[in-house]
């Protein structure tokens, strides 16, 4: 019997927070920690679950009070949305990795370097656009390769790389030297940390965090660049994006080497 299926049984079909092991509270807490403090409300809450068996890169556990799912791996454990307890199960079962010659043009791509606060060392996230079989396109894409199946709340509803058809660099996917500088740009007020840059024809826009993506009716995403000028506040231009758009993420198993497909930020 696979490791994943079994469960509702024991829970409610969408458990709310549970008082035992935080199922519903909690996202992920360190496993060690809570070893190490039984006493502590995260030493609680890995009491409360029972090892149900391995999985690909880590160990499941499940909750007698709630039936919520855990997966386990090195010092996290990271709670399993239930709605989603198919998909993990297919991630476990199957190797999910590009084709050489994809893994050729998410090479060119390029991935998002860890920026300048030291955010996005768990993952290695290539964005392009994606075509699974029937012809379905997604055209924000996003490769993550990691160790742990797609629990994060911003990668729902997520996919498998093993449904990729045709992986290509997309419209919206920003180029390289964007999203480098990007990286290295520091909030200089909540939530905002823009980087100037500007279009071919050398209009300027404003880009805040480190988005893989452009959405803009007006501008080509691959055609933009990092401006030389400075950032005024005062002469604010307007926003790279002007609509949104869902970022798909294709989750893929992370491998000896992945980091190497990350884009640098250049010594100063
Ligand atoms: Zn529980």
């Given at each position: 019997m696979s490791v994943f299926t079994h469960i509702a049984t024991t829970g409610p079909?969408?458990?709310?927070?549970?008082?035992?092991?935080g199922y519903g509270r909690t996202?992920?807490?360190?496993w060690r920690i809570a070893g190490k403090e039984p006493e502590s409300q995260v030493g609680g809450y890995r009491q409360s679950l029972e090892h149900f068996g391995a999985t690909k890169n880590g160990e499941l556990y499940t909750c007698n009070s709630c039936g919520g799912r855990w997966f386990v791996y090195e010092r996290t454990a990271c709670a399993l949305p239930v709605h989603q307890l198919d998909l993990f199960e297919r991630w476990s079962g199957a190797d999910q990795v590009l084709t050489p010659k994809h893994l050729d043009i998410a090479r060119k791509i390029g991935a998002r370097p860890i920026d300048v606060y030291g955010n996005g060392k768990r993952s290695v996230d290539v964005p392009c656009e994606i075509e699974i079989a029937g012809g379905?396109?997604?055209?924000?894409?996003v490769v993550s390769f990691q160790?742990?199946?797609?629990?994060?709340?911003?990668?729902?509803p997520a996919r498998l790389?093993?449904?990729?058809v045709d992986l290509r660099p997309g419209k919206y996917t920003l180029p390289a030297s964007v999203r480098i500088a990007t990286a290295q740009s520091r909030e200089i007020s909540y939530g905002f940390a823009p980087t100037l840059i500007e279009t071919n024809s050398g209009h300027p826009l404003v880009i805040n965090g480190?988005?893989?993506f452009m959405f803009s009716t007006k501008y080509a995403a691959a055609k933009t660049r990092p401006s030389a000028k400075a950032f005024d506040r005062y002469k604010m231009p307007p926003a790279a994006d002007d609509f949104e758009q869902e970022t798909a993420y294709f989750v893929a198993d992370w491998f000896d080497g992945?980091?190497?497909?990350r884009l640098t930020i250049p010594r100063q």
């Amino acid at each position: 019997m696979s490791v994943f299926t079994h469960i509702a049984t024991t829970g409610p079909e969408q458990p709310g927070a549970c008082e035992m092991c935080g199922y519903g509270r909690t996202i992920t807490y360190n496993w060690r920690i809570a070893g190490k403090e039984p006493e502590s409300q995260v030493g609680g809450y890995r009491q409360s679950l029972e090892h149900f068996g391995a999985t690909k890169n880590g160990e499941l556990y499940t909750c007698n009070s709630c039936g919520g799912r855990w997966f386990v791996y090195e010092r996290t454990a990271c709670a399993l949305p239930v709605h989603q307890l198919d998909l993990f199960e297919r991630w476990s079962g199957a190797d999910q990795v590009l084709t050489p010659k994809h893994l050729d043009i998410a090479r060119k791509i390029g991935a998002r370097p860890i920026d300048v606060y030291g955010n996005g060392k768990r993952s290695v996230d290539v964005p392009c656009e994606i075509e699974i079989a029937g012809g379905e396109v997604f055209p924000a894409a996003v490769v993550s390769f990691q160790k742990y199946p797609p629990y994060e709340p911003y990668k729902q509803p997520a996919r498998l790389a093993s449904e990729i058809v045709d992986l290509r660099p997309g419209k919206y996917t920003l180029p390289a030297s964007v999203r480098i500088a990007t990286a290295q740009s520091r909030e200089i007020s909540y939530g905002f940390a823009p980087t100037l840059i500007e279009t071919n024809s050398g209009h300027p826009l404003v880009i805040n965090g480190s988005p893989h993506f452009m959405f803009s009716t007006k501008y080509a995403a691959a055609k933009t660049r990092p401006s030389a000028k400075a950032f005024d506040r005062y002469k604010m231009p307007p926003a790279a994006d002007d609509f949104e758009q869902e970022t798909a993420y294709f989750v893929a198993d992370w491998f000896d080497g992945v980091e190497d497909l990350r884009l640098t930020i250049p010594r100063q």
